[in-house]
Nanobody, 114 residues
Framework: VQLVESGGGLVQPGGSLRLSCAASGFTFSSYAMRWYRQAPGKERELVARITSAGGSTNYADSVKGRFTISRDNAKNTVYLQMNSLKPEDTAVYYC????????WGQGTQVTVSS
């Protein structure tokens, strides 16, 4: 089982990034997926979640209106489009699959700084 995040990096405030999380080794289409983030010295925070078929999404208040979670079950991939990024969005971002077992990726660093 693998969840591999990509797309992180350094971006200026107001910029955009698109994170991807490629899944393998389990039935991706049966799993709800989530994006979490963890900033230095802070607890891990749930950022966004999406149901297995992609019909329902939810967001943390801190990212609502700026971030969009989506998924492509044909590609076994979940995405997080992040717009209007702020310095406080700086964190390691993790994807997570929730089902009979929970699976986690290794994380990708997002740094928002001028």
């Amino acid at each position: 089982v693998q969840l591999v995040e990509s797309g992180g990096g350094l971006v200026q405030p107001g910029g955009s990034l698109r994170l991807s999380c490629a899944a393998s080794g389990f039935t991706f289409s049966s799993y709800a997926m989530r994006w979490y983030r963890q900033a230095p010295g802070k607890e891990r925070e749930l950022v966004a979640r999406i149901t297995s078929a992609g019909g329902s999404t939810n967001y943390a208040d801190s990212v609502k209106g700026r971030f969009t979670i989506s998924r492509d079950n044909a590609k076994n991939t979940v995405y997080l489009q992040m717009n209007s990024l702020k310095p406080e969005d700086t964190a390691v971002y993790y994807c997570c699959g929730l089902g009979p077992y929970d699976y986690w990726g290794q994380g990708t660093q997002v740094t928002v700084s001028s």
